[in-house]
């Protein structure tokens, strides 16, 4: 049995990958696969596919996002806009909710 990892980074987080052929580039997660350690980011990482014409699609040649480390991204600090790493911290009441490790800001919405 395969043993489960959590990712720190979430869908729909603003990232800035940090390695890489499209290092310094920011933009918004899409996907994340804990697993296997990946995640898609949009307009990063772009790759062309020949793909054929099914159902009511076209084929073609298309761009499209692929899968990218997810030790290649940091998370965007709210605070400053630079990148941070991601930590954790528990209120009061006892929930846990994501904080930017070089500002102390919440991530949370």
Partial sequence: MKARKRAKIKKNDQVV????RDKGKRGRVLAVAPVRGKVKVEAVGMIKRHQKPAGNRGGGIID????IDISNVQIVDPQSGKPSRVS????????KFRVAAASGHSIEK
Avoid: F
Wanted: hydrophobic share 30%.
């Fill in 17 to 20: 990958l940090i390695a890489g």
């Fill in 64 to 67: 499209k996002e692929s899968w």
């Fill in 88 to 95: 954790y911290k528990v209120d009061q009441d006892g929930t």
